[in-house]
């Protein structure tokens, strides 16, 4: 997806008249540090960018208890742990021979670690080799293998007060494991498609209304002769520090008497009046920029504002809509405070920020299942980003101006 | 499928609604306040001068009712709210604001926010910058941008866990699980406690911002420099400037309203922020900023006075940057 | 541009719909618990099966999620199944700034549940709750352990300042244990300590075997340093009067009053000792509450003791069976004359939009029943007397609501009594401050002053 239309050189102009020769060989060389300075300068930047969201992405891919043991670069490396197991109990004996034998294995099905010594106690994980034969306090002798089976045996009856089993402390390598599992599990949660039908209803016209309400305004700000013209535009700009969270309950009281709270249209204006200033500023800050002779000569061949704002104005601040679009949809999308409040926190209202929230939980340590969410969540407004990626192209607006 | 038609719908209802208001309005002004034409096609009598009249106010007039509402009209309550006690019952006057000069976590919070305001919004613009530059000359210029934009495009429980990886504490001897104490331990350090040792958690904080909202600078000045003429650079480019001569004398120039722009904007988010310090601290380890300042009075204290107040400092800390755009304003008016 | 957009858009939609929904039916059989089984007291069932509140829809909000939120909806369930009522419970990860956004705006659910006392006393004098009847009330003092306590718990001035009663407890938790590992303990022939010197002692003992005896953590996001708080709280209660204790959460005691930095004064001793605590104090400093009894079960063990509420088995490693691998033992009494005093918290339904409806699910929720249902699932503590211990769903579970029934002094979480900014704010702060080095007298002042600047 490359969008620059021709393509840049850091170049300085080519040398037009004959040049020596020892000052083209340092230009060249100028020229090379100049390509190779903004490149690497570049790639540094957006790796340091990167590496935060990468570190997210690869612990997304891991397994839970890996997280807590390694960092996500180490992903690849194989770890050891350490951990325990226990052994079954005096109901689970059998008598072979005079012996009574208590065996199983120390390892879930399915674990794929791999054992290489073990003990009896806490600090005692690797007494004993795989093979080795331990003797507990009891006098049982235990023996460990290394895919985690265990036997432990007795000359003697296991008395009933070997109700606990004896523990068994380990070390195992597990090898390296990348694994969708995560993502899996927030797939497949209950409502998730509902959520993202929701936010799909509040996003969508949540983005588009105010941007068009903003651009009629910053048109007319721009363009337009009335009274208090440049007052309002203060106001209006002035209204962007205003904090969000002070503009909720007085708005709800109204929501309230007009049962507006819980739905669609309730979100999409509110949505719609916190945005608006910042809309209001990026845009009159555009629109303005425009070339004065373009509207005075669409005036003069008798055009109404209206026509000249839909004709002629809003192809030519595509690439400020097409910025302030992502933001908008960006914030909408990511927003939690203002759908909560708003549309109210029902089962059948979430939007999926809340939903994902939700899942994470008061609980905080599913980081598994927050890593993958967070990557959810990231893939539409990146699929936006890209979309309207090519309206930011070089000449676009230069080259239509002139057109025009 | 009933669900997406109900989605579909209530999605063509509000944006068609709107439409319907603009495209309506307009219809009905001109076919009210047509000219007025004799049989020959002879123009009797223009109705133009009173439809431009009225016409700026449809224009405004949706934007200035939903402000009025959903922004005017709390910012003025809080206003109100500031003379008035917890449950904004009993006037008390001068009181909450009295209480706000002496308390130490609003001065606190003033510190932090001013050491705020003089890194992140100067450090965003000017890496936004930077980036858009470097990546108008490289052929991966999208993916580049792609990357710098992303943490924008993370919703705030996913930043919050991406930098709680980064931050991460062990200690020390036992296996780092975060980055940035990786990196250090690597390199022969001590593992830090990044967000709890003041004074320098208050700029790990604002490094989260950093990262966040040099994308936004990014996108807005990128598309300002390729609104530059080519022309333009072409010539001075003749005229045997160097890229350097070229940025500086040429571009910024250009696009200082869209830089202006930016930094007031990256300034009331700075100012406004929040959530960032919520998450990480809660204002704790000597953090506290006014936003989150202002959050706790709201709902763990229930004190709509005290909080008013604080919300109303960071209106008012942000007075001189409204200025110093509408002096903008009122100049560029001028030059066009 | 709109064109693709729209394409975009529209693709979005069709995505969201071909993820499949899945409807959730009540039916019988869809029940946890079979109907007439188990140790349940079924008969508590009946009067409500003879009630028709088919069509009455009820909301109860409340901060139990995941896991919890699973188990309150199970419970809720059998209301539903017997009345026809259709009561939702929702649970949200920001309840406490929800709960007051809905109240100040006018749109209160039915029923509201508080973690935390203080805010519920405070949306009760704003007008927002209905106060409940003499007869609830009466209830309480019948039915709960130490129900005095929970009734003076759930007492708040309206807003015309009178006192009354609002709610009533349900899902308590204990918070005056000790978890550790009987394994870790018998390896090294540790006794349980039965007294605040042998618990020092054993902390002795174990630095000396080249442990470290304590695992703590105070972090908890925004809500930084409560686990600190309970430390406190909990030796207050051991070397205070139970009326002191009060007045210590109303400020009639300053926090500069030296009993007040003498229970500081003890946590630190622990806390600050970086040989007692595992990573040290700064570990304890920056460690997640969530994240810290995970030091128990390592190997070797990062620390042999870890002081935490009941809830907090909800956080173990995942195979860590409770029970079994892990056991809790009662954190000794330091003054013997203040007896074996028990420090818990809890949640308080109260409600805000009355309803017939309403009122029937709040009857319910007084039932044995309605509190064996969750006993039996996990996580859930009860002072209810009617309730079967039977119906608890492991044996250490029944161990701590034998506690709680057995109370005869129940100390809440001092914190959650104090006012929001001080409970929830400066005593927080002041903790992790002074675990951060500060010496007691300045985090005292510094917490007093606050207080000062509130009243």
Same mark, same amino acid.
Request: a negative charge; proline letters at 5%; hydrophobic letters at 45%.
């Given at each position: 997806?490359?969008?620059?239309?021709?393509?840049?050189?850091?170049?300085?102009?080519?040398?037009?008249?004959?040049?020596?020769?020892?000052? &083209?060989?340092?230009?060249?060389?100028?020229?090379?540090?100049?390509?190779?300075?903004?490149?690497?300068?570049?790639?540094?930047?957006?790796?340091?960018?990167?590496?935060?969201?990468?570190?997210?992405?690869?612990?997304?891919?891991?397994?839970?208890?890996?997280?807590?043991?390694?960092?996500?670069?180490?992903?690849? %490396?194989?770890?050891?742990?350490?951990? %325990?197991?226990?052994?079954?109990?005096?109901?689970?004996?059998?008598?072979?021979?005079?012996?009574?034998?208590?065996?199983?294995?120390?390892?879930?099905?399915?674990?794929?670690?791999?054992?290489?010594?073990?003990?009896?106690?806490?600090?005692?994980?690797?007494?004993?080799?795989?093979?080795?034969?331990?003797?507990?306090?009891?006098?049982?002798?235990?023996?460990?293998?290394?895919?985690?089976? +265990?036997?432990?045996?007795?000359?003697?009856?296991?008395?009933?007060?070997?109700?606990?089993? &004896?523990?068994?402390?380990? &070390?195992?390598?597990?090898?390296?494991?990348?694994?969708?599992?995560?993502?899996?599990?927030?797939?497949?949660?209950?409502?998730?498609?509902?959520?993202?039908?929701?936010?799909?209803?509040?996003?969508?016209?949540?983005?588009?209304?105010?941007?068009?309400?903003?651009?009629?305004?910053?048109?007319?700000?721009?363009?337009?002769?009335?009274?208090?013209?440049?007052?309002?535009?203060?106001?209006?700009?002035?209204?962007?520090?205003?904090?969000? %969270?002070?503009?909720?309950?007085?708005?709800?009281?109204? +929501?309230?008497?007009?049962?507006?709270?819980?739905?669609?249209?309730?979100?999409?204006?509110?949505?719609?009046?916190?945005?608006?200033?910042?809309?209001?500023?990026?845009?009159?800050? +555009?629109?303005?920029?425009?070339?004065?002779?373009?509207?005075?000569?669409?005036?003069?061949?008798?055009?109404?504002?209206?026509?000249?704002?839909?004709?002629?104005?809003?192809?030519?601040?595509?690439?400020?809509?097409?910025?302030?679009?992502?933001?908008?949809?960006?914030?909408?999308?990511?927003?939690?405070?203002?759908?909560?409040?708003?549309?109210?926190?029902?089962?059948?209202?979430?939007?999926?920020?809340?939903?994902?929230?939700?899942?994470?939980?008061?609980?905080?340590?599913?980081?598994?299942?927050?890593?993958?969410?967070?990557?959810?969540?990231?893939?539409?407004?990146?699929?936006?980003?890209?979309?309207?990626?090519? +309206?930011?192209?070089?000449?676009?607006?230069?080259?239509?101006?002139?057109?025009? | 499928?009933?669900?997406?038609?109900?989605?579909?719908?209530?999605?063509?209802?509000?944006?068609?609604?709107?439409?319907?208001?603009?495209?309506?309005?307009?219809?009905?002004?001109?076919?009210?306040?047509?000219?007025?034409?004799?049989? $020959?096609?002879?123009?009797?009598?223009?109705?133009?001068?009173?439809?431009?009249?009225?016409?700026?106010?449809?224009?405004?007039?949706?934007?200035?009712?939903?402000?009025?509402?959903?922004?005017?009209?709390?910012?003025?309550?809080?206003?109100?709210?500031?003379?008035?006690?917890?449950?904004?019952?009993?006037?008390?006057?001068? $009181?909450?604001?009295?209480?706000?000069?002496?308390?130490?976590?609003?001065?606190?919070?003033?510190?932090?926010?001013?050491?705020?305001?003089?890194?992140?919004?100067?450090?965003?613009?000017?890496?936004?910058?930077?980036?858009?530059?470097?990546?108008?000359?490289?052929?991966?210029?999208?993916?580049?941008?792609?990357?710098?934009?992303?943490?924008?495009?993370?919703?705030?429980?996913?930043?919050?866990?991406?930098?709680?990886?980064?931050?991460?504490?062990?200690?020390?001897?036992?296996?780092?699980?975060?980055?940035?104490?990786?990196?250090?331990?690597?390199?022969?350090?001590?593992?830090?406690?990044?967000?709890?040792?003041?004074?320098?958690?208050?700029?790990?904080?604002?490094?989260?911002?950093?990262?966040?909202?040099?994308?936004?600078?990014?996108?807005?000045?990128?598309?300002?420099?390729?609104?530059?003429?080519?022309?333009?650079?072409?010539?001075?480019?003749?005229?045997?400037?160097?890229?350097?001569?070229?940025?500086?004398?040429?571009?910024?120039?250009?696009?200082?309203?869209?830089?202006?722009?930016?930094?007031?904007?990256?300034?009331?988010?700075?100012?406004?922020?929040? $959530?960032?310090?919520?998450?990480?601290?809660?204002?704790?380890? $000597?953090?506290?900023?006014?936003?989150?300042?202002?959050?706790?009075?709201?709902?763990?204290?229930?004190?709509?006075?005290?909080?008013?107040?604080?919300?109303?400092?960071?209106?008012?800390?942000?007075?001189?940057?409204?200025?110093?755009?509408?002096?903008?304003?009122?100049?560029?008016?001028?030059?066009? | 541009?709109?064109?693709?957009?729209?394409?975009?858009?529209?693709?979005?939609?069709?995505?969201?719909?071909?993820?499949?929904?899945?409807?959730?039916?009540?039916?019988?059989?869809?029940?946890?618990?079979?109907?007439?089984?188990?140790?349940?007291?079924?008969?508590?069932?009946?009067?409500?099966?003879?009630?028709?509140?088919?069509?009455?829809?009820?909301?109860?909000?409340?901060?139990?999620?995941?896991?919890?939120?699973?188990?309150?909806?199970?419970?809720?369930?059998?209301?539903?199944?017997?009345?026809?009522?259709?009561?939702?419970?929702?649970?949200?990860?920001?309840?406490?700034?929800?709960?007051?956004?809905?109240?100040?705006?006018?749109?209160?659910?039915?029923?509201?549940?508080?973690?935390?006392?203080?805010?519920?006393?405070?949306?009760?004098?704003?007008?927002?709750?209905?106060?409940?009847?003499?007869?609830?009330?009466?209830?309480?003092?019948?039915?709960?352990?130490?129900?005095?306590?929970?009734?003076?718990?759930?007492?708040?001035?309206?807003?015309?300042?009178?006192?009354?009663?609002?709610?009533?407890?349900?899902?308590?938790?204990?918070?005056?244990?000790?978890?550790?590992?009987?394994?870790?303990?018998?390896?090294?022939?540790?006794?349980?300590?039965?007294?605040?010197?042998?618990?020092?002692?054993?902390?002795?003992?174990?630095?000396?075997?080249?442990?470290?005896?304590?695992?703590?953590?105070?972090?908890?996001?925004?809500?930084?340093?409560?686990?600190?708080?309970?430390?406190?709280?909990?030796?207050?209660?051991?070397?205070?009067?139970?009326?002191?204790?009060?007045?210590?959460?109303?400020?009639?005691?300053?926090?500069?009053?030296?009993?007040?930095?003498?229970?500081?004064?003890?946590?630190?001793?622990?806390?600050?000792?970086?040989?007692?605590?595992?990573?040290?104090?700064?570990?304890?400093?920056?460690?997640?509450?969530?994240?810290?009894?995970?030091?128990?079960?390592?190997?070797?063990?990062?620390?042999?003791?870890?002081?935490?509420?009941?809830?907090?088995?909800?956080?173990?490693?995942?195979?860590?069976?409770?029970?079994?691998?892990?056991?809790?033992?009662?954190?000794?009494?330091?003054?013997?004359?203040?007896?074996?005093?028990?420090?818990?918290?809890?949640?308080?339904?109260?409600?805000?939009?009355?309803?017939?409806?309403?009122?029937?699910?709040?009857?319910?929720?007084?039932?044995?029943?309605?509190?064996?249902?969750?006993?039996?699932?996990?996580?859930?503590?009860?002072?209810?007397?009617?309730?079967?211990?039977?119906?608890?769903?492991?044996?250490?579970?029944?161990?701590?609501?034998?506690?709680?029934?057995?109370?005869?002094?129940?100390?809440?979480?001092?914190?959650?009594?104090?006012?929001?900014?001080?409970?929830?704010?400066?005593?927080?702060?002041?903790?992790?401050?002074?675990?951060?080095?500060?010496?007691?007298?300045?985090?005292?002042?510094?917490?007093?002053?606050?207080?000062?600047?509130?009243?």
């Amino acid at each position: 997806m490359s969008t620059s239309q021709q393509p840049q050189t850091l170049a300085a102009p080519a040398p037009r008249a004959e040049v020596p020769r020892s000052s &083209q060989l340092q230009f060249r060389i100028t020229r090379f540090l100049g390509w190779f300075l903004v490149r690497a300068t570049l790639i540094f930047i957006c790796v340091l960018w990167t590496v935060p969201t990468f570190g997210l992405l690869i612990s997304s891919l891991r397994d839970k208890d890996a997280l807590a043991v390694s960092g996500w670069w180490e992903s690849l %490396q194989s770890t050891i742990t350490q951990d %325990q197991g226990r052994s079954g109990t005096a109901a689970d004996q059998i008598e072979q021979e005079g012996r009574y034998i208590i065996s199983g294995n120390l390892l879930p099905e399915g674990d794929r670690r791999e054992i290489s010594s073990f003990g009896l106690t806490a600090t005692g994980f690797d007494d004993f080799a795989v093979g080795e034969t331990a003797t507990t306090n009891e006098g049982f002798e235990i023996t460990v293998l290394e895919d985690g089976t +265990y036997r432990l045996i007795s000359m003697e009856p296991i008395p009933e007060s070997f109700s606990r089993g &004896q523990r068994i402390t380990f &070390q195992a390598e597990t090898p390296p494991r990348l694994t969708l599992e995560n993502y899996d599990e927030v797939i497949n949660t209950e409502g998730l498609g509902d959520a993202f039908l929701n936010t799909a209803t509040v996003t969508i016209p949540a983005t588009i209304i105010p941007i068009a309400i903003a651009a009629f305004a910053a048109y007319a700000f721009s363009w337009m002769r009335f009274p208090g013209r440049l007052l309002l535009l203060s106001i209006v700009v002035g209204l962007i520090v205003v904090p969000l %969270q002070l503009s909720l309950i007085p708005v709800l009281r109204v +929501y309230n008497t007009l049962e507006l709270r819980g739905t669609y249209p309730g979100i999409w204006l509110a949505h719609t009046g916190f945005g608006l200033p910042l809309a209001v500023f990026l845009l009159y800050n +555009y629109i303005s920029s425009l070339p004065r002779d373009l509207i005075e000569s669409a005036q003069i061949d008798g055009a109404s504002h209206f026509d000249i704002f839909i004709r002629l104005v809003v192809p030519l601040s595509v690439p400020a809509l097409a910025s302030f679009t992502i933001f908008q949809f960006l914030w909408v999308w990511n927003d939690l405070l203002v759908a909560l409040v708003f549309l109210g926190t029902r089962p059948e209202n979430q939007v999926l920020t809340s939903q994902l929230n939700d899942l994470v939980g008061s609980r905080g340590d599913n980081w598994e299942i927050m890593t993958a969410s967070a990557f959810v969540s990231i893939a539409v407004p990146l699929l936006v980003f890209f979309a309207l990626q090519r +309206y930011f192209v070089r000449g676009m607006m230069a080259g239509s101006v002139k057109g025009g | 499928m009933d669900q997406f038609v109900n989605a579909a719908l209530a999605i063509l209802l509000g944006v068609g609604g709107m439409l319907v208001y603009f495209y309506g309005t307009n219809f009905v002004l001109d076919t009210t306040l047509a000219d007025r034409f004799a049989a $020959d096609g002879k123009l009797i009598h223009s109705n133009a001068r009173s439809r431009e009249r009225i016409r700026p106010w449809l224009f405004v007039g949706p934007a200035m009712l939903l402000l009025t509402f959903y922004l005017l009209y709390p910012a003025a309550d809080t206003f109100r709210r500031s003379f008035y006690d917890a449950r904004s019952e009993n006037f008390v006057g001068l $009181d909450n604001y009295e209480w706000a000069i002496n308390s130490s976590g609003f001065q606190q919070s003033v510190q932090n926010n001013v050491l705020w305001l003089l890194v992140v919004p100067f450090a965003s613009t000017g890496l936004g910058l930077l980036i858009a530059v470097l990546a108008d000359r490289v052929r991966w210029e999208a993916a580049a941008k792609a990357l710098i934009f992303m943490p924008m495009a993370i919703s705030f429980v996913g930043a919050a866990i991406i930098w709680r990886f980064m931050y991460a504490y062990r200690a020390p001897g036992e296996t780092q699980i975060g980055v940035m104490n990786a990196i250090l331990v690597w390199f022969g350090g001590q593992p830090q406690t990044w967000i709890t040792e003041p004074p320098l958690n208050n700029f790990m904080l604002m490094l989260i911002l950093v990262w966040i909202q040099t994308g936004f600078a990014m996108v807005l000045l990128s598309a300002a420099l390729k609104g530059v003429p080519e022309e333009t650079i072409e010539a001075a480019r003749i005229d045997g400037a160097n890229e350097i001569q070229i940025f500086f004398r040429i571009m910024i120039p250009q696009i200082a309203g869209t830089l202006a722009v930016v930094m007031t904007t990256i300034v009331i988010v700075t100012l406004k922020v929040f $959530d960032i310090v919520l998450v990480m601290t809660d204002g704790q380890y $000597d953090t506290e900023v006014l936003g989150n300042y202002m959050y706790r009075w709201i709902f763990r204290n229930l004190d709509y006075g005290k909080a008013s107040v604080i919300a109303l400092s960071i209106m008012v800390a942000t007075l001189p940057f409204m200025f110093w755009n509408v002096y903008r304003f009122r100049r560029e008016e001028k030059l066009r | 541009m709109s064109k693709k957009l729209v394409t975009l858009l529209t693709l979005l939609l069709l995505i969201a719909v071909a993820v499949p929904n899945l409807a959730v039916a009540q039916d019988e059989e869809d029940l946890l618990f079979p109907i007439g089984e188990g140790p349940f007291t079924w008969s508590d069932l009946e009067p409500f099966q003879e009630m028709d509140l088919s069509g009455e829809e009820v909301v109860f909000f409340g901060p139990w999620q995941t896991d919890d939120l699973e188990s309150v909806t199970n419970v809720v369930e059998y209301f539903n199944f017997a009345t026809g009522a259709n009561v939702i419970y929702i649970g949200s990860d920001s309840f406490e700034q929800q709960i007051v956004i809905d109240c100040e705006s006018g749109d209160p659910p039915n029923l509201a549940a508080f973690p935390q006392p203080g805010l519920a006393a405070n949306l009760a004098a704003s007008g927002c709750l209905t106060p409940l009847g003499e007869e609830e009330r009466q209830f309480v003092l019948d039915n709960y352990a130490a129900g005095q306590s929970w009734v003076d718990l759930a007492t708040y001035a309206n807003p015309n300042g009178e006192e009354q009663f609002y709610g009533l407890f349900y899902n308590v938790n204990l918070k005056s244990i000790v978890w550790y590992v009987p394994d870790n303990f018998a390896d090294a022939g540790y006794e349980i300590p039965a007294t605040w010197d042998e618990l020092v002692a054993l902390s002795e003992q174990i630095v000396a075997d080249g442990g470290t005896p304590w695992c703590i953590g105070v972090g908890s996001g925004p809500a930084t340093g409560w686990p600190a708080t309970d430390w406190v709280e909990d030796i207050m209660l051991r070397t205070v009067e139970p009326e002191v204790y009060t007045q210590w959460t109303t400020n009639e005691l300053p926090f500069t009053d030296e009993r007040v930095q003498n229970a500081i004064e003890m946590f630190g001793m622990i806390a600050r000792n970086d040989d007692f605590v595992a990573g040290g104090a700064v570990g304890a400093q920056t460690t997640d509450f969530r994240d810290s009894p995970a030091g128990l079960f390592t190997l070797p063990p990062e620390c042999y003791m870890h002081r935490q509420a009941s809830f907090i088995a909800a956080f173990f490693p995942e195979d860590v069976e409770v029970g079994v691998d892990t056991d809790f033992f009662y954190f000794p009494p330091i003054d013997p004359m203040m007896g074996n005093p028990v420090l818990g918290g809890g949640t308080v339904v109260t409600i805000a939009e009355d309803s017939e409806a309403t009122r029937e699910f709040y009857r319910f929720l007084q039932t044995s029943l309605a509190h064996e249902l969750w006993m039996a699932q996990a996580g859930f503590l009860t002072p209810h007397t009617g309730a079967n211990l039977d119906a608890y769903s492991s044996d250490v579970l029944r161990g701590q609501g034998e506690i709680l029934v057995n109370a005869d002094t129940f100390g809440f979480d001092g914190s959650d009594l104090m006012p929001g900014a001080i409970g929830a704010g400066a005593f927080w702060t002041g903790m992790v401050d002074y675990l951060g080095g500060a010496s007691v007298e300045e985090v005292t002042e510094f917490v007093q002053s606050e207080w000062d600047a509130i009243k």
